[in-house]
Protein backbone atom coordinates (compact mmCIF):
# COMPACT_ATOMS: atom_id res chain seq x y z
CA UNK A 1 0.00 0.00 0.00
CA UNK A 2 1.57 3.46 -0.53
CA UNK A 3 2.01 6.65 1.14
CA UNK A 4 -2.08 8.30 -0.23
CA UNK A 5 -3.67 5.25 0.15
CA UNK A 6 -2.25 4.29 3.31
CA UNK A 7 -3.50 8.09 4.23
CA UNK A 8 -6.58 7.81 2.77
CA UNK A 9 -7.93 4.42 4.62
CA UNK A 10 -6.71 5.56 7.72
CA UNK A 11 -9.03 9.04 7.20
CA UNK A 12 -11.91 7.48 8.38
CA UNK A 13 -10.76 6.21 11.83
CA UNK A 14 -9.41 10.01 11.94
CA UNK A 15 -12.76 11.58 11.52
CA UNK A 16 -14.63 9.26 13.25
CA UNK A 17 -12.53 9.46 16.97
CA UNK A 18 -12.70 12.81 16.14
CA UNK A 19 -8.48 12.91 15.68
CA UNK A 20 -6.80 16.40 14.44
CA UNK A 21 -4.27 15.51 11.54
CA UNK A 22 -1.05 17.12 12.70
CA UNK A 23 0.54 18.84 10.17
CA UNK A 24 4.84 19.20 11.37
CA UNK A 25 6.69 21.98 10.11
CA UNK A 26 10.20 20.61 8.80
CA UNK A 27 12.04 23.29 10.83
CA UNK A 28 15.32 20.92 10.79
CA UNK A 29 16.84 17.41 10.30
CA UNK A 30 15.67 15.96 13.35
CA UNK A 31 12.28 17.17 13.43
CA UNK A 32 11.71 15.13 10.36
CA UNK A 33 12.99 12.96 11.87
CA UNK A 34 11.03 12.74 15.07
CA UNK A 35 8.42 13.46 13.03
CA UNK A 36 8.69 10.03 11.10
CA UNK A 37 9.54 7.93 14.17
CA UNK A 38 6.27 9.41 15.89
CA UNK A 39 3.74 8.60 13.23
CA UNK A 40 4.98 5.06 12.76
CA UNK A 41 5.13 4.33 16.75
CA UNK A 42 1.22 5.24 16.96
CA UNK A 43 0.93 4.12 13.35
CA UNK A 44 -0.99 6.81 12.37
CA UNK A 45 -0.43 9.26 10.29
CA UNK A 46 1.15 12.89 10.80
CA UNK A 47 2.07 15.17 7.73
CA UNK A 48 5.30 17.09 7.61
CA UNK A 49 4.48 20.37 5.84
CA UNK A 50 7.04 21.94 3.89
CA UNK A 51 7.40 25.27 2.42
CA UNK A 52 8.94 26.41 -0.88
CA UNK A 53 11.21 28.65 1.51
CA UNK A 54 12.09 25.32 3.51
CA UNK A 55 12.48 22.80 0.49
CA UNK A 56 12.59 23.47 -3.26
CA UNK A 57 13.31 21.60 -5.99
CA UNK A 58 16.58 21.41 -7.10
CA UNK A 59 16.34 23.60 -10.34
CA UNK A 60 14.99 26.23 -8.27
CA UNK A 61 17.82 26.16 -5.71
CA UNK A 62 16.95 24.17 -3.07
CA UNK A 63 15.59 25.34 0.84
CA UNK A 64 17.09 26.20 3.88
CA UNK A 65 16.56 23.39 5.68
CA UNK A 66 19.94 21.05 5.48
CA UNK A 67 19.80 23.14 2.31
CA UNK A 68 17.61 20.03 0.83
CA UNK A 69 15.90 19.81 -2.63
CA UNK A 70 12.42 18.48 -3.03
CA UNK A 71 14.65 15.28 -4.36
CA UNK A 72 16.32 15.08 -1.44
CA UNK A 73 13.89 15.49 0.98
CA UNK A 74 11.51 12.79 -0.46
CA UNK A 75 13.78 10.59 -0.48
CA UNK A 76 14.71 10.86 3.14
CA UNK A 77 11.83 10.77 4.23
CA UNK A 78 10.46 7.77 2.10
CA UNK A 79 13.99 5.96 2.94
CA UNK A 80 12.81 5.95 6.86
CA UNK A 81 8.94 5.81 6.50
CA UNK A 82 8.68 2.10 6.51
CA UNK A 83 5.22 2.24 7.84
CA UNK A 84 4.04 4.60 4.89
CA UNK A 85 2.56 6.67 7.76
CA UNK A 86 3.84 10.17 6.90
CA UNK A 87 2.26 12.25 4.69
CA UNK A 88 3.98 14.76 2.67
CA UNK A 89 1.96 17.66 2.44
CA UNK A 90 3.48 20.87 0.62
CA UNK A 91 2.66 23.68 2.35
CA UNK A 92 2.52 27.34 0.61
CA UNK A 93 2.88 26.34 -2.67
CA UNK A 94 2.12 29.71 -5.05
CA UNK A 95 3.43 32.86 -7.07
CA UNK A 96 6.22 34.38 -5.12
CA UNK A 97 6.36 31.56 -1.64
CA UNK A 98 9.83 31.05 -2.67
CA UNK A 99 11.01 34.52 -3.01
CA UNK A 100 9.77 37.93 -3.62
CA UNK A 101 12.69 39.64 -5.55
CA UNK A 102 15.12 38.56 -8.07
CA UNK A 103 19.24 38.56 -7.58
CA UNK A 104 19.07 42.65 -8.56
CA UNK A 105 16.07 43.11 -6.02
CA UNK A 106 13.22 44.15 -8.17
CA UNK A 107 9.86 41.91 -7.74
CA UNK A 108 9.48 39.15 -9.34
CA UNK A 109 6.90 39.63 -12.51
CA UNK A 110 3.46 37.64 -11.73
CA UNK A 111 4.04 35.48 -14.92
CA UNK A 112 7.43 34.34 -14.19
CA UNK A 113 5.86 33.76 -9.96
CA UNK A 114 3.65 31.72 -11.72
CA UNK A 115 5.99 30.03 -13.84
CA UNK A 116 8.28 29.18 -10.68
CA UNK A 117 5.28 27.72 -8.78
CA UNK A 118 3.97 25.61 -11.70
CA UNK A 119 7.52 24.37 -11.74
CA UNK A 120 7.57 23.64 -8.23
CA UNK A 121 4.57 21.81 -7.92
CA UNK A 122 5.63 19.77 -10.94
CA UNK A 123 7.98 18.42 -9.51
CA UNK A 124 6.32 17.65 -6.15
CA UNK A 125 3.74 15.80 -8.22
CA UNK A 126 6.38 13.46 -10.10
CA UNK A 127 8.25 12.68 -6.58
CA UNK A 128 4.30 11.33 -4.73
CA UNK A 129 3.52 13.97 -2.44
CA UNK A 130 0.31 13.19 -0.96
CA UNK A 131 -1.12 16.56 -0.32
CA UNK A 132 -0.47 20.37 -2.54
CA UNK A 133 -1.36 23.31 -0.45
CA UNK A 134 -2.34 25.93 -3.59
CA UNK A 135 -2.00 29.03 -1.47
CA UNK A 136 -1.83 32.17 -4.28
CA UNK A 137 -2.47 35.02 -1.04
CA UNK A 138 1.08 36.96 -1.16
CA UNK A 139 -0.54 38.56 -4.33
CA UNK A 140 -2.66 40.52 -2.24
CA UNK A 141 0.33 42.43 -1.14
CA UNK A 142 1.68 42.78 -5.16
CA UNK A 143 -0.88 43.81 -7.08
CA UNK A 144 -3.59 41.16 -7.72
CA UNK A 145 -6.55 41.73 -6.07
CA UNK A 146 -9.09 38.79 -4.69
CA UNK A 147 -10.33 37.93 -8.03
CA UNK A 148 -6.68 37.76 -9.67
CA UNK A 149 -5.52 35.77 -6.26
CA UNK A 150 -8.84 33.51 -6.73
CA UNK A 151 -7.78 32.93 -10.80
CA UNK A 152 -3.50 32.41 -10.23
CA UNK A 153 -5.21 29.39 -7.69
CA UNK A 154 -7.67 28.07 -10.18
CA UNK A 155 -4.49 27.96 -12.99
CA UNK A 156 -2.90 26.15 -10.24
CA UNK A 157 -5.55 23.72 -9.54
CA UNK A 158 -5.86 22.97 -13.49
CA UNK A 159 -2.33 22.66 -14.19
CA UNK A 160 -1.70 20.75 -11.38
CA UNK A 161 -4.73 18.27 -12.30
CA UNK A 162 -3.56 17.84 -15.97
CA UNK A 163 -0.22 16.65 -14.58
CA UNK A 164 0.36 12.73 -14.39
CA UNK A 165 -0.58 11.20 -11.33
CA UNK A 166 -2.36 14.96 -10.69
CA UNK A 167 -5.59 13.47 -9.95
CA UNK A 168 -4.44 11.55 -7.65
CA UNK A 169 -3.36 14.48 -5.37
CA UNK A 170 -4.92 15.65 -1.97
CA UNK A 171 -5.34 18.89 -2.48
CA UNK A 172 -5.94 21.89 -0.10
CA UNK A 173 -6.47 25.52 -1.16
CA UNK A 174 -6.77 28.80 0.58
CA UNK A 175 -6.61 32.55 -0.94
CA UNK A 176 -6.88 34.93 1.94
CA UNK A 177 -3.64 35.87 4.26
CA UNK A 178 -3.22 34.75 7.28
CA UNK A 179 -5.86 36.34 10.17
CA UNK A 180 -5.98 36.85 14.18
CA UNK A 181 -10.02 36.64 13.88
CA UNK A 182 -11.63 34.40 11.76
CA UNK A 183 -13.92 34.62 9.12
CA UNK A 184 -17.52 35.25 9.46
CA UNK A 185 -19.67 32.41 8.38
CA UNK A 186 -21.57 34.29 5.72
CA UNK A 187 -18.20 36.08 3.76
CA UNK A 188 -16.08 32.57 3.96
CA UNK A 189 -19.61 30.77 2.37
CA UNK A 190 -19.04 33.38 -0.38
CA UNK A 191 -15.67 33.13 -1.59
CA UNK A 192 -15.92 29.22 -1.19
CA UNK A 193 -19.06 29.37 -3.29
CA UNK A 194 -17.16 31.73 -6.01
CA UNK A 195 -14.25 28.88 -6.11
CA UNK A 196 -16.40 25.82 -6.60
CA UNK A 197 -18.20 28.07 -9.26
CA UNK A 198 -14.86 28.11 -10.92
CA UNK A 199 -13.44 24.67 -10.52
CA UNK A 200 -16.87 23.51 -11.77
CA UNK A 201 -17.08 25.44 -14.66
CA UNK A 202 -13.91 23.39 -15.68
CA UNK A 203 -14.98 20.14 -14.49
CA UNK A 204 -12.32 19.70 -11.68
CA UNK A 205 -13.26 18.60 -8.34
CA UNK A 206 -13.83 20.52 -5.29
CA UNK A 207 -10.22 20.35 -3.20
CA UNK A 208 -9.97 17.72 -0.05
CA UNK A 209 -9.19 20.82 2.23
CA UNK A 210 -10.16 24.11 2.35
CA UNK A 211 -7.71 26.82 4.29
CA UNK A 212 -9.95 28.76 7.03
CA UNK A 213 -9.23 31.63 9.09
CA UNK A 214 -9.96 29.75 12.75
CA UNK A 215 -8.55 32.73 14.77
CA UNK A 216 -4.60 31.70 14.67
CA UNK A 217 -1.55 33.77 13.89
CA UNK A 218 2.02 33.60 15.05
CA UNK A 219 4.12 36.44 16.39
CA UNK A 220 7.09 36.46 17.95
CA UNK A 221 6.52 32.97 20.20
CA UNK A 222 3.38 33.58 20.88
CA UNK A 223 -0.24 32.93 19.00
CA UNK A 224 -1.91 36.34 18.86
CA UNK A 225 -4.94 35.45 17.59
CA UNK A 226 -8.60 35.28 18.91
CA UNK A 227 -8.53 31.55 19.36
CA UNK A 228 -5.65 32.04 21.65
CA UNK A 229 -6.70 35.02 23.81
CA UNK A 230 -10.89 33.77 23.52
CA UNK A 231 -11.23 37.63 23.10
CA UNK A 232 -14.42 38.34 20.80
CA UNK A 233 -13.58 40.86 17.94
CA UNK A 234 -15.84 43.81 17.23
CA UNK A 235 -18.59 42.73 15.43
CA UNK A 236 -17.51 39.06 15.57
CA UNK A 237 -19.08 35.98 17.80
CA UNK A 238 -16.16 34.75 19.67
CA UNK A 239 -14.60 31.16 18.49
CA UNK A 240 -16.78 28.82 20.29
CA UNK A 241 -19.74 30.06 18.10
CA UNK A 242 -17.59 31.36 15.08
CA UNK A 243 -15.91 27.99 14.52
CA UNK A 244 -18.65 25.46 14.71
CA UNK A 245 -20.31 28.01 12.04
CA UNK A 246 -17.47 27.50 9.65
CA UNK A 247 -17.50 23.82 10.16
CA UNK A 248 -20.90 23.30 9.36
CA UNK A 249 -20.16 25.38 6.17
CA UNK A 250 -17.33 22.83 4.99
CA UNK A 251 -20.14 19.82 6.15
CA UNK A 252 -22.66 21.33 3.48
CA UNK A 253 -19.77 21.58 0.46
CA UNK A 254 -17.74 18.24 1.75
CA UNK A 255 -14.37 19.87 2.36
CA UNK A 256 -12.71 19.53 5.41
CA UNK A 257 -11.18 22.58 7.35
CA UNK A 258 -7.57 23.08 7.88
CA UNK A 259 -6.36 25.16 10.35
CA UNK A 260 -2.80 27.21 10.05
CA UNK A 261 -0.76 28.49 12.39
CA UNK A 262 -1.71 26.75 15.74
CA UNK A 263 1.36 27.32 17.32
CA UNK A 264 1.43 28.22 21.14
CA UNK A 265 -2.51 28.15 21.55
CA UNK A 266 -3.04 27.55 25.18
CA UNK A 267 -4.54 24.31 26.74
CA UNK A 268 -8.13 24.58 26.42
CA UNK A 269 -7.68 25.91 22.54
CA UNK A 270 -6.00 22.61 21.77
CA UNK A 271 -8.97 20.79 23.77
CA UNK A 272 -11.56 22.38 21.44
CA UNK A 273 -9.94 20.93 18.29
CA UNK A 274 -11.80 17.66 19.27
CA UNK A 275 -14.99 18.95 20.57
CA UNK A 276 -15.40 21.03 17.45
CA UNK A 277 -14.05 18.36 15.57
CA UNK A 278 -11.21 20.35 13.27
CA UNK A 279 -9.92 17.68 11.10
CA UNK A 280 -6.28 19.13 10.44
CA UNK A 281 -4.10 21.89 11.87
CA UNK A 282 -0.55 23.08 11.17
CA UNK A 283 2.22 23.94 13.86
CA UNK A 284 5.66 24.78 12.49
CA UNK A 285 8.23 27.46 13.93
CA UNK A 286 7.31 27.04 17.65
CA UNK A 287 9.09 22.93 17.12
CA UNK A 288 12.37 25.47 15.45
CA UNK A 289 12.42 27.44 18.61
CA UNK A 290 12.22 24.54 20.57
CA UNK A 291 14.94 23.16 19.55
CA UNK A 292 16.96 26.17 19.60
CA UNK A 293 16.01 26.57 23.08
CA UNK A 294 17.74 23.50 23.95
CA UNK A 295 20.57 24.20 22.11
CA UNK A 296 21.10 27.53 24.29
CA UNK A 297 20.16 25.85 27.48
CA UNK A 298 22.68 23.31 27.04
CA UNK A 299 25.31 25.79 26.49
CA UNK A 300 24.68 28.07 29.47
CA UNK A 301 24.44 25.20 31.48
CA UNK A 302 28.02 24.01 30.44
CA UNK A 303 29.46 27.58 31.13
CA UNK A 304 30.01 27.21 27.32
CA UNK A 305 29.20 30.84 26.35
CA UNK A 306 30.88 31.31 22.97
CA UNK A 307 28.77 29.35 21.53
CA UNK A 308 25.78 31.74 22.42
CA UNK A 309 27.83 33.96 21.29
CA UNK A 310 28.55 32.65 18.08
CA UNK A 311 25.37 31.23 16.98
CA UNK A 312 23.82 35.04 18.58
CA UNK A 313 25.69 36.76 16.08
CA UNK A 314 24.98 34.56 13.00
CA UNK A 315 20.79 34.71 13.76
CA UNK A 316 20.63 38.46 15.00
CA UNK A 317 23.20 39.68 11.88
CA UNK A 318 20.67 37.08 9.39
CA UNK A 319 17.99 39.29 10.05
CA UNK A 320 15.13 36.37 9.53
CA UNK A 321 13.43 37.22 12.94
CA UNK A 322 12.47 40.88 11.53
CA UNK A 323 9.13 39.32 10.26
CA UNK A 324 8.25 37.47 13.18
CA UNK A 325 8.32 40.72 15.06
CA UNK A 326 4.85 42.68 16.51
CA UNK A 327 4.84 46.35 15.29
CA UNK A 328 5.40 47.82 19.12
CA UNK A 329 7.80 44.43 19.73
CA UNK A 330 9.75 44.87 23.04
CA UNK A 331 11.50 41.57 21.46
CA UNK A 332 15.32 41.31 23.30
CA UNK A 333 18.15 39.53 21.53
CA UNK A 334 18.15 36.55 22.90
CA UNK A 335 14.12 36.41 21.72
CA UNK A 336 15.88 37.28 18.28
CA UNK A 337 17.87 34.41 18.48
CA UNK A 338 15.30 31.87 19.71
CA UNK A 339 12.56 33.10 17.13
CA UNK A 340 15.23 32.69 14.22
CA UNK A 341 17.87 30.33 15.17
CA UNK A 342 16.16 27.20 13.06
CA UNK A 343 17.07 29.30 10.06
CA UNK A 344 20.60 28.39 10.18
CA UNK A 345 21.09 25.41 11.03
CA UNK A 346 22.53 24.30 8.21
CA UNK A 347 25.10 26.70 8.15
CA UNK A 348 28.63 25.74 8.25
CA UNK A 349 29.71 27.76 10.70
CA UNK A 350 26.82 26.58 13.00
CA UNK A 351 27.35 23.11 12.06
CA UNK A 352 30.97 23.78 12.98
CA UNK A 353 29.85 25.04 16.43
CA UNK A 354 27.77 22.54 17.22
CA UNK A 355 30.39 20.41 16.79
CA UNK A 356 32.07 21.83 18.90
CA UNK A 357 29.85 21.87 21.67
CA UNK A 358 28.83 18.58 21.16
CA UNK A 359 33.39 17.78 21.97
CA UNK A 360 33.19 19.96 25.10
CA UNK A 361 30.34 18.48 27.05
CA UNK A 362 30.61 15.08 26.05
CA UNK A 363 33.18 14.40 28.47
CA UNK A 364 30.42 16.20 31.25
CA UNK A 365 27.91 13.53 30.40
CA UNK A 366 25.45 16.29 27.88
CA UNK A 367 24.86 14.40 24.54
CA UNK A 368 23.86 17.10 22.50
CA UNK A 369 21.36 15.28 19.54
CA UNK A 370 19.52 13.39 22.41
CA UNK A 371 19.01 16.20 24.17
CA UNK A 372 17.65 18.35 20.94
CA UNK A 373 15.47 15.54 20.44
CA UNK A 374 13.62 14.59 23.15
CA UNK A 375 13.13 18.50 23.00
CA UNK A 376 11.55 18.46 19.80
CA UNK A 377 9.31 14.66 20.75
CA UNK A 378 8.13 16.24 23.89
CA UNK A 379 7.05 19.55 21.48
CA UNK A 380 5.29 17.24 18.84
CA UNK A 381 4.09 14.86 21.37
CA UNK A 382 2.15 17.76 23.43
CA UNK A 383 0.03 18.52 20.02
CA UNK A 384 -0.66 14.59 19.39
CA UNK A 385 -1.90 14.30 22.73
CA UNK A 386 -4.25 17.25 22.57
CA UNK A 387 -5.45 16.17 19.18
CA UNK A 388 -6.21 12.38 20.25
CA UNK A 389 -3.78 10.04 18.83
CA UNK A 390 -3.09 8.95 22.10
CA UNK A 391 -6.06 7.47 23.74
Not at 283 to 301: H, M, N, Q, Y
Request: charged content about 25%; glycine content about 8%.
Amino acid sequence: MNHLSRFKSLFPFIREERITMLGVGPMSKRIVEETILLANELKLPISLIPSRRQIECGDLGGGYVESWSTEDFVKFVRDRDHGNFTILSRDHSGPWQFKVVDDSQQIITHDIAMEEAKASLAVDISLGFDVLHLDPSLGLNLGRNEIGVQEDLIELYSFCFGQKGGHKITYEVGADEQSMVPDLPSIAEAKFQQIADQLRSQHLPLPQFYVLQTGTKVKETRNIGSFATHIPVKDMLSPSFQIPEILKICDKYGVLLKEHNADYLPEDSLRWHRLFGIPAANVAPEFGVVETRSLLKIAADANENWFIDVFGEKVIGGNRWQKWLMPDSTATERDKIEIAGHYHFSDQEIQEAIQKLESNVQSKGIDVDTTRRRAIRKSITHYLRYFGYYG
